[in-house]
């Protein structure tokens, strides 16, 4: 569901797809799946996406494990991100809820590189939720992602740890202060765009 | 920004990014940039997608276009749309709403397909929203696109102008009864997971 009936509100889900631009796309996404040690998080894929849930921590873990095995040097390469709490409706995988904060894939990533981002921070049912974007932006500011306003959006550029350090604390964050919210976030590498082809512009 | 500011509440706005997964996506997605008649909106494209804003029937008409005219029948398309309107923060673009409702491509498109759908509707600053997204919900269900529930997500089977005449229901809903709202919606075509081959399964 989107959200309906009462769940289990300390269970983080996010649902990840992986948009490899090239044509050997199918066998990219499989291997980045494959890499991801899911011994601490929910995870299920289908049609549209891969989806872990569990601790916050774990599921950041899962995430940013799965984006980083994703990524090849020479494929421009997008991914669209939705992270969510507190939705009435999330239940079920009560057991991943240890509170052990595990993070079973920290220890075998990849080399860092560089990201573009563009992110959307939604809060439900509070009449402050203006107030609560601008601080999660604020965290964008503190994790030196130099956060840039445009229609619907926040720009982020840095590097894929820098970007997922940063969603573990506007998350923590979020955790503390708010009830039911949304982090919707799409990442790119590797555009031609950045190499001045501006290949969507007209 | 993400929302600031006091805005012109009549503005829709609607980011699109295309993702054909094929070694030739540059030239696939300018050249659908290319064939969208963009008289009747203010647009503008950037490193991560195109934006059309002004009166909503005109922007869903563009968007339509862009969408319908990237399709290629040999190629996993998918595109991620973010709907938006009563962001405090939108300005510009006054000019667009003149009234007149134009649909300038709806003459000129392509041939019905196929596609899968995920989408999520958002509203803000009401208590109701729980209520508001189940009303949502029940037009898909009325425009014959059979919706499906998933975590955080609803999923909508049809043709693309069966999803776009129910985007265009569903927003026209949303402006009679709430004040800001956000539709992210995913748009996937030609999946070879349809065929069986599951490619992102695990």
Redesign the interface.
């Known amino acids: ?4 009936s009462t769940g289990n509100i300390d269970i983080t ?1 996010c ?1 990840i ?7 050997q ?2 066998p990219q ?2 291997a980045a ?2 890499s991801v040690d899911t011994s601490a998080v929910w995870s ?8 872990y ?1 569990g601790e916050q921590i774990s599921v950041v873990d899962a995430i940013r494990a799965l984006f980083m095995h994703a990524y090849h040097a020479d494929t ?1 390469l ?1 991914s ?1 991100l ?1 992270f ?1 709490k507190g ?4 239940v079920d995988a009560d057991r991943y809820l240890t509170g052990q904060q595990l993070q079973p894939n920290l220890a075998q990533l990849p080399a860092d590189f560089p990201i ?1 981002c ?1 992110f ?8 402050d ?2 107030q609560e ?2 601080h999660i ?1 604020e965290l964008a500011n503190q994790s030196g992602l130099n956060p840039q ?7 982020l550029e840095g590097t894929a740890q820098q970007l997922f350090d940063y969603f573990q604390a506007a998350l923590s964050y979020a955790h503390e202060h708010l009830n039911h919210y ?1 982090l ?1 976030a ?1 990442i ?1 590498v590797n ?4 190499k001045g ?1 501006q ?4």
């Open positions: 569901m989107q959200c309906q889900g649902r797809s992986l948009y490899p631009m090239c044509d796309f199918a996404i499989l799946v494959k299920h894929t289908d049609l549209f996406s891969t989806l849930r421009h997008v669209e939705t969510s939705c009435p409706g999330d573009n563009k959307s921070f939604y809060s439900f049912g509070n009449d939720y203006m974007i601008m932006v306003s445009a229609h619907y959006i926040t720009i949304v919707e799409t790119s555009s031609p765009s950045l082809e290949h969507a512009k007209k």
